[in-house]
């Protein structure tokens, strides 16, 4: 898969950990976040990733910040995207089945019950469902 990702400074490992398994499962990653625990805002890292992703040619983007939880309301201010905040394997699988999430964002700062690369890789395996679910995305506009 081609994917998009972007962090601030409070997910600099976590993002790390994750390019690191996407590469090695031999997905192709953009990484558009910062790499040091200099201060950046998670909007414009949002921002960066989200307007990458609409170049086109990615089937999906990954945002982080300390708790995913900001950068996940900035990236669903922009027409278009669903950014899933996932956090633990239900709400992975549910992102792509029921939501069909163009984006998903989780927290560097989180402590997980489940590996973070294990609810990204059952996201990156989930199907959407369509039909009702169709419905309902439709509505969000
Ligand atoms: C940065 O300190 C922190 O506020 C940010 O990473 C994020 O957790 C906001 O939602």
């Known amino acids: 898969m081609n994917i998009v990702i972007a962090n601030d400074h409070g997910a600099v490992d976590l993002k790390k950990k994750l390019v690191q398994w996407l590469t090695k499962q031999g997905h192709k990653v953009k ?9 950046v805002d998670y909007p414009d890292m949002a921002a960066l990733a989200i307007e990458e992703f609409g170049k086109g040619g990615y089937d999906f983007g990954i945002l982080l910040c300390g708790t995913g939880l900001g950068i996940s309301m900035a990236a669903n201010r922009h027409k278009g ?19 069909d ?26 199907t959407f469902q369509g039909g009702r679910h169709a419905e309902r995305i439709a509505k969000l506009g």
């Not at 995207?81 to 939501?99: G, V, W």
């Not at 999430?101 to 989930?126: H, S, T, W």
């Open 31 to 39: 990484n558009l976040g910062v790499d040091t625990e200099d201060r």
């Open 101 to 126: 999430a163009n984006f998903i964002a989780m927290g560097g700062r989180v402590q997980y019950r489940e590996k973070p690369e294990d609810l990204l890789e059952i996201y990156m395996n989930a």
């Open 81 to 99: 995207i669903r950014c899933a905040l996932i956090h633990d394997s239900f709400t992975a699988l549910m992102a792509k089945e029921h939501n």
